[in-house]
């Protein structure tokens, strides 16, 4: 399971407990949870933290994890992805990865670290995260109608783009042949 040094984010914030828990508006005592591991810290602080520090991710920050943690988190992002019902190359346009990045994080290749779960989460935005890394909670957040009209619209958007991605390969493969068929017939032109 992913796990970051929230102790060492916040000095390098130069905060205390209390100055950090009055950031996030939650009790210090969250905070000293979070500190000694004993509770994980919300992964919607992430973009937050990435502004404050200046940084574009938080990698630097990861603790070291379990094996059997990080399949877990990875057996529950498969479970998601399967209940997407898209294709590789439509969640990868979604959460805007390469679909090899994405097969990468899938088939235990790729590390599955914090911009893709960023990505995953700016893709997704019913997708509860905490889900995805404690076990707890429903895959999906009930958010109302304008996450769902969102979302609808934003698969369309997908679903045009793969489309039109599909159009440009073909019309690529073709441009391809017919630039090679020229070249052959340039060379029967010099020959004779």
Do not use: C
Not at 26 to 35: D, K
Not at 69 to 82: A, P, S, T, Y
Not at 111 to 118: A, F, S, W
Not at 126 to 147: P, V
């Amino acid at each position: 399971m992913l796990r970051l040094d929230l102790k060492k984010i916040r000095k390098d914030l130069a905060l205390t407990q209390k100055n950090f828990a009055e950031v996030f508006n939650v009790p210090q005592s969250f905070i000293s949870q979070i500190e000694n591991g004993k509770d994980p810290m919300p992964a919607h602080w992430i973009p937050e933290l990435t502004r404050m520090l200046n940084i574009p991710d938080l990698s630097i920050y990861t603790l070291a994890t379990n094996a059997q943690g990080e399949r877990e988190v990875l057996n529950r992002l498969k479970k998601f992805f399967e209940s997407t019902g898209l294709s590789l190359s439509r969640f990868s346009l979604q959460v805007g990865l390469t679909q090899r990045m994405v097969s990468n994080v899938f088939n235990g290749d790729g590390k599955l670290d914090l911009t893709v779960l960023l990505s995953i989460s700016t893709g997704f935005p019913t997708f509860n995260m905490n889900w995805l890394m404690s076990g707890e909670g429903e895959m999906l957040i009930s958010q109302g109608g304008d996450i769902d009209r969102h979302s609808e619209r934003t698969l369309k958007l997908v679903d045009t783009i793969t489309t039109l991605q599909d159009t440009i390969n073909a019309k690529s493969e073709q441009i391809a042949l017919l630039s090679e068929r020229i070249k052959q017939l340039e060379s029967q032109l010099i020959l004779k």
